[in-house]
């Protein structure tokens, strides 16, 4: 049997282009021997959502570097209970004021990076948080 | 979860799958991904609702334009009320260790369309077959409902000719400029083609393609019943993809008319099960007489010239025992 | 000959007698160039002072494209601001004009530069967050209430809905009693860098170019003062490339353009005196001033010697300058002031005819006012303090600059061999060469800031675990709202029929290839908004889907 590997969904929600961190971010998940799905740029949150339970992810990683923030991340967390794919962890990153961070944590998102953040640190975090729910709750029978 | 047995989970998971929960075909997927033993209790499960859809595999070299042309054809089918499951298979990230699949970009606008369905599959390492495994995934999705299942798959390696190889009709997206690509690809991709599509049609070296494989067409004398049609496109422009429809159509009904589709299905089975029971004896029987110290030991035996390959291979399944 | 080999030999022996003693440390720049420890007149020797130096002013204009460069006149101070409405950037630029800013700049928010009206979906929490937001002709005229068209110019960063903005401006400064030919400014209108790096587009790559070319065209009939393209490495620097590709794919782009202009039967000479550049002021200091140097002499001399322009205006290389965005960081954001100056000061030493430096907490959002204003002092400052601006070029003839000059020359025509070998830009967009050839530089820079072989401050070392401690500029939600009643008022009290007589014949337009620069002005003066007048193009260019190159 081949073994069972984590599966990421990266994207890009809302107009902004700037897609340089999700790109290092994609590769460097690559790299620790993930599986990585990009949806590409300028997603709507129904977009995200709906590519991460087709692709049944174990997380999604959501770069915002439009101010948007306060209004995708919640969005996003809403569809998934909607979808009842709540196990889908929810992380980000982008340029987030403090306070609107810890908002967004108190809200549901599991982690989020701010500029500066090593890809290790990412690709540490995904492995400890998403790895251990995924190995320990996974709903496929296996 | 944890206190019921896992065929009752897959049970449970198809049940869902049947009613149409995106998020049960999507974990059933992951499941046949992953492989093992869930993979027979699903199948177990599925396989009566199978065999309905008919599978198109769309492939080619990089750069031929597939996934705009899936993206395309996704627009065309639903616009003929057609529900569209795609399995982008990308066989070429690395054996082990992870991949970035990412030919879902280019149909993100069919996203949310409930009646698309878009699911990526890596290499990973599927030892039952990247082939066995993507064909299990069409399935569920067959079960599920979808009419028209797209397997895109990249490349034109063997184990992509693998994957088009479960496919009722394959389409081969060629891009013009490939130089001598047509001969590069003519080994095992020609013969496999049921439709040839031209993309980027309006590239000034696109009639010189075309032309070239019509060239190959002519000498194949295998196919007397259904010559491989050539359909420009411009799939950017959106331009030819309601041509490429008209003619996967025909072909599909060719292949009923002619009892073609009987044919190859029961060939394609066949083999199936040969290659799972292939697979079975392999480490069922083979590997329980091969992971021994004995073995070591014979192995010693043969490096030093004390015994031949072939009297130790009659130690571990003699001759009359694998002719009974 | 016997001069050079004495002088070898006297290297040579000082090399002996001082052997090289180097810290523990990689001695290259920031785009990863090794640099030698030592330059002198051997590494130049192949360089004619006359021949690839020159005087400030003339061919091949390495040393500056003026002869008497800040003596004469110093660079613009043109800070890019927008955020909110049209009232709220209105009243930032009296702030900033009335600090003794020289030029405005305008930023927009991420609808209007993907040409969505504010009340569309897609728009939803981002209207007015990183700029202005702009509907239609009624926020444009409300944008520059005040301010004399006339006497300020103005540059706009906008690409894809370009030609639509321009003709708002046009239109505003029709209700402003200001003739199109009067108006003065830079439409930065470079949509190829869009595919390449920064990712805001709307048509096809093919259509994209046509419609700047419809914009070049018609400048060069009705705006002899106006700049229609500013040519834009700096997001390919953004988004990670290094110093030497930010040039090299910029000035291809430039080039593009050239000759999508000379397709469309245009006189080299009638518009590329209107041509100009944006680059990137980054923060390895020597590698910039180089990159700047060589960016000038190259177009000095594609221009005159592979197109054959004859006007010497035709051969400078006009540019904008921004310092670094990318090189900020959010740890000790006070620290970015101080590498802002430094980038500002190898943007001015390089020659630059205008410039924005950036606030130290842009990094974190929107700029405050205080922060704005400490950026427009370090060009205040670095003008009216530090005496550089005394002498044209002072670094010209340092050994180590002029080696860096030639290297990054012969680097970029390296890269034009391969652009060419590809089939062009547009296939080597299509293909993904330079989307990916980014993607790998910043993917390696970030490899060597987590291994600490390049440092930042404050991010990989010298570090403190103090709190991010410094104002932050916070849109209210209530300008989204507040924007989106005022454009659908707008909707209900214009003449509708006209509105959808214009679109119509911008449509039609496109179909028939035309130049639609008069229909867009036509459907502006109508107040249709930028959303309707970009689908009209949309239904008959096409729209892009990007390519996935990770």
Do not use: C
């Amino acid at each position: 049997m081949s073994e069972p590997r984590l599966r990421i969904l990266m994207a890009k929600a809302g107009l902004d282009g700037h897609d340089r961190g999700v790109k290092v971010v994609a590769r460097a998940l690559r790299d620790a021997g993930m599986e990585v799905i990009y949806t590409g740029l300028h997603q709507t949150p129904e977009q995200v959502v709906r590519a991460a339970v087709d692709e049944d992810v174990d997380a999604i990683g959501l770069s915002i570097l439009s101010g948007a923030h306060m209004t995708i991340f919640p969005r996003i967390l809403e569809l998934l209970r909607e979808q009842e794919a709540e196990d889908i962890i929810l992380f980000g990153g982008g340029t987030i004021p403090e306070d609107d961070l810890q908002e967004l944590k108190r809200m549901g998102v599991a982690e989020l990076f701010t500029p500066g953040a090593y890809t290790q640190e990412i690709v540490e975090w995904v492995r400890e948080n998403v790895g251990e729910k995924a190995a320990g709750g996974s709903a496929a029978p296996s | 979860m944890v206190t019921e047995t896992t065929e009752e989970a897959a049970a449970r998971l198809v049940e869902s799958l049947l009613k149409g929960n995106r998020r049960a075909a999507g974990r059933v997927i992951s499941a046949i991904e992953d492989g093992g033993d869930a993979v027979e209790m699903l199948m177990r499960a599925l396989y009566p609702h199978t065999g309905r859809a008919s599978i198109v595999g769309i492939t080619g070299p990089p750069g031929a334009g597939k996934s705009t042309v899936v993206d395309e054809l996704i627009r065309v089918m639903r616009a003929d009320g057609r529900a569209v499951a795609v399995l982008a298979v990308d066989p070429n990230s690395p054996f082990s260790g992870g991949a970035v699949l990412g030919d879902r970009v280019r149909m993100m606008r069919h996203a949310t369309d409930p009646e698309v369905f878009i699911r990526s599959m890596g290499a990973r390492g599927h030892l039952g077959g990247l082939a066995l495994a993507s064909h299990n995934a069409l399935l569920a999705l067959d079960a599920m409902g979808f009419s028209d299942l797209l397997a895109e798959t990249v490349g034109v390696g063997q184990s992509e000719l693998e994957v088009a190889g479960t496919a009722d009709t394959t389409v081969v997206v060629v891009p013009p400029g490939l130089g001598d690509g047509v001969q590069a690809i003519k080994a095992g991709i020609m013969e496999i083609a049921d439709i040839f599509v031209v993309n980027k049609a309006d590239h000034p070296q696109a009639d010189r393609v075309v032309a070239d494989i019509r060239d190959v067409l002519r000498m194949d004398l295998k196919r007397p019943e259904w010559t491989p049609p050539i359909v420009k496109t411009v799939a950017t422009a959106g331009e030819g993809l309601e041509d490429l429809w008209i003619r996967i159509r025909q072909h599909r009904r060719y292949l009923e008319e002619s009892g073609e589709l009987e044919r190859r299905r029961r060939a394609r089975l066949e083999q199936e099960i040969v290659e799972i029971a292939e697979r079975r004896l392999r480490e069922q029987v083979l590997r329980p007489r091969t992971a021994t110290p004995e073995f070591r030991a014979m192995l010693t035996d043969v490096v030093e010239r004390r015994m031949n390959p072939y009297e130790a291979a009659e130690q571990i399944v003699p001759k009359t025992a694998a002719a009974g | 000959m016997l001069k050079d080999r004495t002088l070898e030999d006297d290297y040579r022996s000082w090399r002996e007698s001082h052997p090289p003693h180097n810290r523990d440390w990689d001695f290259t720049t920031l785009s990863g160039e090794e640099i030698a420890p030592l330059y002198s007149p051997l590494d130049i020797a192949d360089e004619s002072y006359t021949r690839d130096v020159g005087f400030p002013g003339q061919f091949p204009y390495t040393r500056g494209i003026y002869a008497n460069m800040y003596r004469g006149r110093l660079w613009t101070m043109r800070q890019f601001a927008g955020f909110g409405t049209a009232r709220d950037t209105n009243r930032r630029f009296h702030y900033l004009l009335s600090q003794g800013m020289t030029g405005l700049s305008v930023a927009f928010d991420n609808p209007t530069l993907m040409g969505v009206d504010s009340d569309d979906l897609r728009a939803l929490g981002e209207v007015g967050r990183t700029g202005v937001a702009i509907d239609s002709l009624a926020d444009m005229e409300v944008l520059f209430e005040g301010i004399p068209l006339d006497r300020v110019s103005t540059s706009m960063t906008i690409n894809a809905p370009a030609a639509i903005v321009l003709a708002m401006y046009v239109a505003v400064g029709e209700k402003q009693g200001v003739p199109a030919g009067q108006l003065t400014g830079t439409l930065q209108n470079d949509i190829l860098k869009e595919y390449i790096a920064q990712k805001e587009w709307i048509y096809p790559p093919r259509q994209g170019v046509k419609l700047v070319v419809d914009t070049i065209e018609y400048t060069a009939q009705h705006m002899p003062k106006y700049h229609p393209v500013s040519i834009s490495g700096y997001h390919i620097r953004e988004a990670g490339s290094t110093a030497l590709q930010e040039l090299a794919f910029t000035m291809a782009d430039g080039l593009s353009y050239v000759d999508a202009s000379l397709e469309r039967g245009l006189d080299i000479d009638s518009f590329a005196p209107r041509l100009s550049y944006f680059w990137n002021s980054h923060i390895d200091f020597f590698e910039e001033i180089a990159k700047f140097r060589a960016a000038r002499r190259l177009w000095a001399r594609l221009l005159k010697e592979k197109y054959g322009a004859k006007n010497p205006r035709s051969w400078l290389m006009r540019f904008h300058t921004q310092t670094a965005g990318v090189s900020l960081t959010a740890q000790q954001p006070e620290n970015n002031i101080v590498r802002t100056a430094l980038e500002a000061l190898a943007a001015v030493l390089g020659g630059t005819q205008s410039l924005h430096t950036n606030s130290m907490d842009e990094v974190l959002a929107l700029p405050t006012e205080k922060a704005v204003e400490i950026a427009l002092r370090t060009q205040q400052i670095i003008a009216y303090e530090t005496g550089v601006v005394n002498t044209v070029d002072p670094l010209g003839g340092a050994y180590f600059v002029e080696a860096m000059t030639n290297r990054m020359e012969e680097g970029a025509l390296e890269y034009f061999r391969r652009i060419e070998e590809l089939g062009g830009v547009l296939v080597g967009i299509e293909a993904g060469f330079f989307q990916r050839e980014i993607a790998d530089a910043a993917f390696r820079y970030q490899r060597e800031l987590e291994e600490r072989r390049k440092v930042m401050v404050g991010v990989n070392d010298f570090v403190n675990d103090q709190p991010i401690d410094i104002p932050i500029l916070k849109i209210d939600p209530e300008v989204e709202r507040e924007q989106i009643r005022r454009l659908q008022e707008l909707k209900r009290t214009r003449d509708n029929d006209r509105v959808d007589r214009t679109l119509a014949a911008v449509r039609d337009a496109a179909a028939r290839d035309e130049n639609v620069m008069p229909y867009l002005l036509e459907s502006v003066r109508a107040y249709a908004t930028i959303q309707e007048m970009s689908d009209a193009m949309k239904a008959v260019l096409g729209s892009y889907r990007e390519p996935a190159f990770v």
